[in-house]
DNA sequence: CGGGTGACTTTAC
DNA sequence: CGTAAAGCCACCC
């Protein structure tokens, strides 16, 4: 497996996905091309998703709040269940319709203005 | 430097 | 609704 999970690496990157996501307010959530615009890479969403992958082993970084642009909860498989991600964001507030979070009422956009 | 990979996104069939 | 492909960019070896 390509775990980092040592997340050594001190990439700005790295850095920037993880202070956005650790921003993100209770009941609220983001998604992966909001958060790659807030710092810097308008395209690859890719890169935020996979910066979250490090994040995962952080209980620091609330990365059950990051959705992708449809609302569905991408990375639930990668949490220890498929309904662990959910029922964090439900405990939350958050409002699902059926798999998808409702990005209507609770879409937040990281702002580093 | 180059190749492989990926929790995205959009378009297309 | 499903899969496929291309574009995208950072990280690792």
């Given at each position: 497996?390509?775990?980092?999970?040592?997340?050594?690496?001190?990439?700005?990157?790295?850095?920037?996905?993880?202070?956005?996501?650790?921003?993100?307010?209770?009941?609220?959530?983001?998604?992966?091309?909001?958060?790659?615009?807030?710092?810097?890479?308008?395209?690859?969403?890719?890169?935020?998703?996979?910066?979250?992958?490090?994040?995962?082993?952080?209980?620091?970084?609330?990365?059950?709040?990051?959705?992708?642009?449809?609302?569905?909860?991408?990375?639930?498989?990668?949490?220890?269940?498929?309904?662990?991600?959910?029922?964090?964001?439900?405990?939350?507030?958050?409002?699902?319709?059926?798999?998808?979070?409702n990005?209507?009422?609770h879409?937040?956009?990281?702002?580093?203005?």
């Amino acid at each position: 497996m390509l775990e980092q999970k040592d997340t050594s690496s001190k990439s700005d990157f790295f850095e920037k996905v993880f202070e956005i996501v650790k921003l993100i307010p209770k009941g609220k959530v983001s998604t992966y091309g909001a958060i790659g615009t807030a710092i810097g890479v308008r395209s690859s969403a890719r890169m935020v998703g996979w910066a979250l992958n490090s994040a995962a082993y952080r209980n620091d970084i609330p990365c059950h709040r990051v959705v992708n642009r449809n609302g569905d909860l991408t990375g639930k498989h990668y949490f220890a269940g498929p309904n662990v991600m959910r029922e964090m964001l439900e405990s939350e507030g958050i409002e699902f319709s059926e798999e998808r979070v409702n990005l209507a009422k609770h879409l937040w956009i990281p702002d580093i203005s």
